[in-house]
Nanobody, 125 residues
Framework: VQLVESGGGLVQAGGSLRLSCAAS????????MGWFRQAPGKEREFVAS????????YYEDSVKGRFLISRDNRRDTVFLQMESLKPDDTGVYYC???????????????????WGQGTQVTISS
């Protein structure tokens, strides 16, 4: 499975971005998907995840109410809509896929087998 993220960029605090992750697989609907981010000098951290059919979503506490994860299984794509962005949201955002489901929503990077190359998100104050 190859994953390609897009949609990152530089925006001012309070702005919005929509990230996309396109998967190159004919069995996309069998994968749970996640978004992670990594700021300079910090570990990769969980942002959001979504189950194979979109029925369950999970969010890191600091993004709840501001970010929305969704997927389109007809287009083999997962999205991350980000609103009310803050400087602390700055980092490289990675898309990830897993064929397994872990209780609690696959919130560890070790839960995922496939990763994209990342897209840079920079929020200016």
């Amino acid at each position: 499975v190859q994953l390609v993220e897009s949609g990152g960029g530089l925006v001012q605090a309070g702005g919005s971005l929509r990230l996309s992750c396109a998967a190159s697989t004919q069995t996309f609907s069998s994968y749970d998907m996640g978004w992670f981010r990594q700021a300079p000098g910090k570990e990769r951290e969980f942002v959001a995840s979504i189950s194979w059919n979109g029925g369950r979503t999970y969010y890191e506490d600091s993004v709840k109410g501001r970010f929305l994860i969704s997927r389109d299984n007809r287009r083999d794509t997962v999205f991350l809509q980000m609103e009310s962005l803050k400087p602390d949201d700055t980092g490289v955002y990675y898309c990830a896929a897993t064929a397994s489901t872990v209780a609690g929503g696959n919130q560890s990077p070790y839960d995922y087998e496939y990763w994209g190359q990342g897209t840079q998100v920079t929020i200016s104050s």
